[in-house]
């Protein structure tokens, strides 16, 4: 069965830094969706990536996707606090069901 | 112009109840889903509708029962409702056949006393 696994699950970081969110999964894939979920709230789609090396870009928010090493980032760059939110990834077999990742609990510092 | 709806938003009942949340997307997607958002925000689908039809079906107990009466609703009806049900219930929908985006209603908080 599909697994998918993202670390962190936590992270705290200061404003103005950068880092990243990865996204494994365990089967062959080339779909993949970024979600966010501010507390309280429902599920948002932030990214829709759909074949080897599709990058995409939304503001501070850079998402990739490399299939071969089955392997999704998520790069957050100069953090800000309005980014403080749970983020998933939820990979997407075409064949079968698909899977969310267990989410990263962003927390961006002032 | 909601895209996916979701009624009650919050929903507090006694152990042993019989409840149900209904699901409408005006989204024209053929394709519905319910998820369980556990304490630990452990998203995981219970059931998927293609046009109708059941095409998923999750290890859920069988109190928990979808019915769908036409694509653009899902509704989820349970029964003897128990306190492990606590959780949010998350409708979702897509396109079928192709990109499986999927957009989320805002969710139903289900407490179970």
């Known amino acids: 069965e599909l697994k998918v696994e993202q670390n962190p699950l936590f992270l705290s970081m200061q404003e103005g830094k950068n880092y990243t969110i990865y996204c494994n999964y365990s089967?062959?894939?080339?779909?993949l969706y970024w979600y966010r979920q501010d507390p309280g709230k429902s599920l948002e789609s932030l990214f829709v990536?759909?074949?080897?090396?599709a990058v995409k870009q939304e503001g501070r928010l850079m998402a990739s996707l490399d299939t071969k090493a089955r392997l999704s980032t998520l790069h957050i760059t100069a953090a800000v606090h309005d980014l403080s939110a749970t983020y998933f990834c939820a990979v997407d077999p075409r064949d079968d069901k698909i899977i969310f990742g267990k989410g990263t609990r962003l927390h961006i510092l002032p | 112009d909601t895209a996916v709806s979701q009624t009650p938003k919050y929903l507090v009942t006694q152990m042993g109840n019989d409840k149900s949340i209904k699901c409408e997307q005006n989204?024209?997607?053929?394709?519905m889903y319910w998820y369980k958002q556990d304490s630990k925000k452990f998203l995981k689908i219970m059931f998927s509708y293609n046009n109708k039809e059941l095409i998923i079906n999750e290890t859920v107990p069988n109190r928990f029962s979808p019915k769908s009466p036409d694509k653009a609703h899902l509704n989820l009806h349970i029964n003897s409702l128990e306190l492990g049900d606590s959780a949010v219930y998350f409708c979702?929908?897509?396109?079928?056949?192709?990109?499986?985006?999927?957009?989320f209603g805002p969710g139903t908080r289900l407490t179970v006393l």
């Open positions: 989204l024209g997607h053929d394709t």
């Open positions: 990536l759909l074949s080897n090396g």
């Open positions: 089967t062959t894939s080339d779909r």
């Open positions: 979702a929908s897509s396109r079928a056949g192709g990109v499986n985006e999927q957009f």
